[in-house]
């Protein structure tokens, strides 16, 4: 299943939207993992669909690409703090997952 798939199954009716555009929508909202505030932010788009996972200052912890049958996985280069209002750029690709039903699940190095 693609990630733009299991989030259009899933029930938004409790998490704010906070742009909806032609190109897709894009949802944001916080949760809390060992006592601490995280916010992630979910676009679907055409082809594309992203999962970013940043602190609530923004600064950008985990971030997952999909597009058709392969997830690129990014964290933040060493010593950096890519934020979400700055630069993408700053991000290093650490894995890339083959979902393709024929050939099954694999991970590939980057």
Known sequence: MSLHDFFSQMDWSKVQRIHTS???KFYSFSIEVHKKLHMVSIGMG?????????????????HVVQQGKELVFYRPKEGSLPSLTNSLGQLAPISIVD??????????GV
Not at 99 to 108: L, S, W
């Open 99 to 108: 979902t393709n039903p024929d050939a099954g699940i694999h991970e590939r």
């Open 46 to 62: 055409p082809g594309t669909t992203t999962l970013t996972i940043s602190d609530m200052e923004g600064h950008i912890l985990e």
């Open 22 to 24: 032609r190109n897709g």
